[in-house]
């Protein structure tokens, strides 16, 4: 059972400051990760991916992986209100196959 | 370019009724899949097409649910004699292939 877990939070941050969510994941082998944004009542949007070990930064947003650890962040910087939603970890076996979700973390950014 | 559509946005029907919820994927985009999302809860996989051809149905949760994409592009779910726990979100994801996924807005289906 492949399996891909994150804190469900809440995560309360202050506006301006970094708000850090972390997920760990159980396939070895898996070889792609995304970090999908979800404001309620809204579909999944997508805001990183990310395949090497590393970081991946675009914009305010850094996406971290570890594959020895089986873990994989995303740091999201001078962090504001509308950046309050649900980020949902997903992962991708491998190949053209359905993505392995987290439950999500709920972030609130307080102004 | 426009998105995933899918329709309708909301369903209410009755327990046993059946219903049908339609996916528009992004043009050009040869891989299609569904998810099936519960309140505080992550998308789940339900079934994933590559063209015509559905290649992946094993998370479809019973024999009730059914879904095809005849011509390889728009993709319709279907579920019959539909139960209170079929209550959730359906969303339908569509990309390249081995390109990530984007999702369309979902259908919340009610049952009552």
Redesign the interface.
């Known amino acids: 059972q492949k399996e891909v877990e994150q804190n469900s939070g809440p995560l309360s941050v202050p506006e301006g400051a970094i708000a850090s969510l972390n997920c760990t994941y159980s396939d070895r082998g898996s070889q792609s990760f995304f970090w999908y944004r979800q404001y309620s009542g809204k579909s999944p949007e997508l805001i990183m991916s990310i395949y090497s070990n590393g970081d991946k930064e675009d914009g305010r947003f850094t996406a971290q992986l570890n594959k020895a650890s089986q873990y994989v962040s995303l740091l999201i910087r001078d962090s504001q209100p509308s950046d309050s939603a649900t980020y949902l970890c997903a992962v991708n076996p491998g190949g053209n196959t359905p993505l392995v979700f987290g439950k999500g973390t709920r972030l609130s950014v307080i102004a | 370019g426009a998105g995933v559509s899918q329709s309708p946005r909301y369903k209410v029907a009755k327990r046993g009724q059946d219903v049908a919820l339609r996916c528009d994927p992004i043009s050009g985009h040869v891989?299609l899949?569904w998810?099936q999302q519960a309140l505080?809860?992550?998308?789940?996989?339900l079934t994933?097409f590559?063209n015509e051809a559905q290649l992946?149905k094993s998370?479809l949760p019973s024999d009730r649910f059914f879904a095809e994409r005849p011509e390889g592009s728009v993709s319709t779910l279907k579920i019959q004699r539909t139960q209170q726990e079929d209550s959730a979100v359906y969303?339908c994801?569509s990309?390249l292939?081995?390109q990530?996924?984007?999702?369309?807005?979902?259908t919340r289906l009610s049952i009552l």
């Open positions: 891989s899949f998810y505080g809860q992550g998308p789940e996989f994933y590559q992946d998370g969303l994801a990309s292939l081995n990530p996924q984007h999702f369309g807005d979902g």
